[in-house]
């Protein structure tokens, strides 16, 4: 099970970014991705304007490439040289935006606190809150000088068909991030070669039920949310969704919502979907 969070550090404010810029123990990372669909290339994105210093963080390259499946997470080995190349070494803090909002920065939150980093925040409001505030941003790549992080895969974090199989046949909670016409199988998915539907049991919980105006709801209304979709947040969750990015989402509710943060399905509806030999139902919507 998921160790706690102090639901007091999940967020930083614009204002107190803008005064710890340039702190030697500090790591900003730009973590946006954007669905093939909305048409928008993030990298080019943060190479025409980023919060200074922040360095990029590239979801789809920075992943598992021995698979077939969106973004994986990598191993250990891997994600030491990948962090270290940009700057993030152990015991440093980091602090992610995106810029929608909220939308893929949970999912570097949650990859970081796999590999053994603690002290892990999220800018309230994203990019768009800290551009609406007229601060300064600057375009081109950012540079900082490698440092060594040392990875330590938790596996406590990660579940994997298997284990969202097992909780399922037990009456465990598994959540689903997906739209209600995906989930039902109304909607067909955005990739090709899946089936429509979704795991027998498991719970539909929209991400964006738990985001108002680009940041996370307050934790009675995050509360309200998970016990209005079926969910008990006081026992142990696995959240799922199309490819492993919006669950993090899920997670990171439950960690604003005072509770332990679920653990993510890293194959996701990707992996699920696509495999003749795991069950898939659907339903009206």
């Not at 550090?9 to 093939?36: I, K, R, Y």
């Not at 955005?190 to 039920?209: D, Q, T, V, W």
């Not at 960690?255 to 979907?273: I, K, L, M, N, Q």
Request: with cysteine.
């Amino acid at each position: 099970m998921p160790t706690s969070v102090d639901a007091d550090t999940l967020f930083v404010s614009t204002q107190w970014l803008a005064e710890h810029l340039g702190a030697p123990d500090l790591v900003v990372f730009d973590a946006s991705w954007h669905m093939p669909a909305a048409g928008r290339d993030a990298r080019a994105e943060y190479l025409s304007g980023h919060i200074p210093g922040a360095v990029f963080f590239d979801i789809d390259a920075i992943a598992d490439h021995s698979t077939d499946l969106p973004h994986m997470l990598p191993d250990a080995k891997i994600f030491s040289a990948e962090m270290g190349r940009l700057g993030f070494g152990s015991g440093m803090r980091a602090v992610i935006y995106d810029s929608v909002g909220l939308f893929s920065a949970p999912r570097l939150w949650w990859t970081l606190r796999v590999f053994g980093a603690r002290d892990v925040s999220i800018l309230a409001g994203g990019l768009p809150q800290w551009t609406s505030e007229g601060r300064p941003l600057e375009d081109g790549e950012a540079k900082r000088r490698p440092n060594v992080f040392a990875a330590h895969y938790d596996h406590s974090l990660v579940a994997d068909a298997a284990d969202v199989s097992k909780a399922l046949a037990g009456g465990g909670q598994v959540m689903d991030a997906r739209s209600a016409e995906r989930f039902s199988g109304a909607a067909a998915e955005p990739r090709p070669g899946l089936r429509s539907g979704h795991m027998p049991g498991a719970i539909n919980l929209p991400f964006g039920r738990l985001i108002e105006n680009g940041r996370l709801k307050d934790a009675s209304a995050l509360d309200s949310e998970f016990r209005a979709a079926g969910v008990d947040p006081e026992k142990p969750v696995i959240a799922s969704c199309g490819s492993g990015l919006t669950a993090c989402i899920l997670s990171l509710g439950l960690a604003g919502a005072g509770y332990r943060p679920a653990v993510v399905y890293d194959g996701s509806w990707s992996e699920w979907g696509g495999r003749a030999d795991l069950p898939v139902v659907t339903s009206a919507v």
